[in-house]
């Protein structure tokens, strides 16, 4: 996520206490927590799918130009960060059950730690940060030539 | 949850993060009040509930963005949601406030500190709002953890201990304590009581004898005792069905005031009939645009039997207004209903169709389910006092 001027931390603390707890208490403070690779895989999974779809879109459309070739580099893109980051997960000891979007958020079913657990991303959120990640590949892009 | 309102716009809107935001009532008009500013806001004095043109003289740069009720509501019932993967006793307090019961979930999840912790993680993840809280072994409690430490923490999380009042709690000013408005402050100032201390240590007889059963409460709030449960379906029972407006203008007519009058007990009629109920006791209340110098009233009256039709209420709620008004312009018009009870069974009357009243209203209440409440309108709301094709955009008030 994106973090600049207030937009605060994924991590968390636990307030006043925190200096009580123990390091591996902290859950939010670890490098890489699982639930923070868990979000990320969710994106560029809903990034790769909504790539895709739009590219569809495009191929029906009789345009002056074509830009295929920047939607194909981006969903590949977002296709190899998607395995990636869900063979981390796996390493992470997670493992993705089930995903369905419902009316109001995405809900990923998934299996840590020996339990079934739920996992509920807002469509806001997604969205904004599909959209972040379209950003940042951009903006590393620069000045290559597709 | 931290400015929620706001926070719910900077995780859908990446360009608003770095930028001071309120969530106002009508940007487009300049109208309307802050109902929740970002931290980068509140940097520059912006306050929640002040006029828009004031938050904009102290920040000049402020991003103003228009309220979504039905984006805020549906965040809020998936909060609620990730909340009862931790316990199921989750009571909803308010829009961005629940109260969770752990006490059963410490086994699996941890100790209280580190079950906030995971909260606050997968709220955070889940969908982008920071939240903040307060951990305490009753729901008052809990509720000063949150408002008066946790909110202050940088990190979140507070967890006020019952035996650590004394150095805590008790040492805030008396405003700060749960239940305690402004003129409240005021009446304990008089008698010399400044501190939730000195409350906690006054007698509650004293208190009792002075504000009724409201004294006993706030005594034993300022020494940190409540006995209500955390309870899921707390709102599951429904005493009354009230609707309040504030109105764009100050109103100087009963004619005009009559038209919103019909709109608000058209709209508490319509809710009572989706919940299949009626009510036999009517409020009306006025308001005139000082709130400081307080004019206006709130009455009831037992009507003559349970009713949600909207006329009846209407004719009823006129009475009331006619007794008490006292001429002066209003700014906020409520009506209520309560001593609900179930409408399957009503009295039949020999010189009312009732049935057909009845089977009239449930169409109209159909046609609005399915096309909005501007659908079917009266033709008084066409006027220029009618609030009610205006309020059909809003949710409690607030655009949807």
Sequence with gaps: MNRQGDWPQATVGSGQHAADSTEDDRVGEQPESWQKTLQECVVFGVLFKALMADLSALKKLPLKLSYHLLFEELSRWAEQRHHQLRRRLREQGCILVNSERLDQFYRIELKYGGYLQEALYSIELVRAECEQQIRIWLMQRGGKSW | MQSFFASVEKAADPSLRDKPIVVAGDPERRSGVVLAACPLAKAYGVTTAEALWQAQQKCRHLVVVKPRMEMYVRMSLQITRIFESFTDLVEPYSIDEQFLDVTGSLALFGDPLSIARQIRERVWLETGIVCRIGISENKVLAKMACDNFAKKQPQGVFWLKRNEL??????????????????????????????????????????????????????????????????????????????????????????????????????????????????????????????????????????????????TLFAAACRLFEQHWQHTPVRSIGVSLSQLVADDTYQLSLFEDKPRQRALAAAIDGIRARYGNAAVLRAVSLLDAGQARERARKIGGHYK
């Design chain 2, 166 to 311: 004394a150095e805590t709690l008790w040492p805030l000013p008396v405003e700060k304590l749960f239940g305690v408005g402004s003129r409240m402050k005021r009446h304990f100032h008089r008698i010399g009581v400044y501190t939730i201390g000195q409350l906690a240590r006054l007698s509650p007889e004293v208190l009792i004898r002075r504000w009724g059963a409201n004294g006993e409460v706030l005594w034993r709030t300022a020494n940190g005792l409540d006995d209500s449960p955390v309870s899921p379906r707390t709102h599951a029972t429904q005493k009354g069905i009230g609707h309040h407006m504030t109105l764009p203008r100050d109103y100087y007519t009963a004619a005009e005031i009559k038209v919103v009058l019909l709109e608000l007990c058209e709209e508490v009629c319509r809710r009572a009939r989706s919940k299949r109920l009626m009510g036999s006791v009517l409020s009306v209340g006025c308001r005139g645009a000082d709130f400081e110098a307080a004019t206006g009233f709130w009455r009831q009256m037992k009507l003559f039997e349970p009713t949600h039709d909207a006329m």
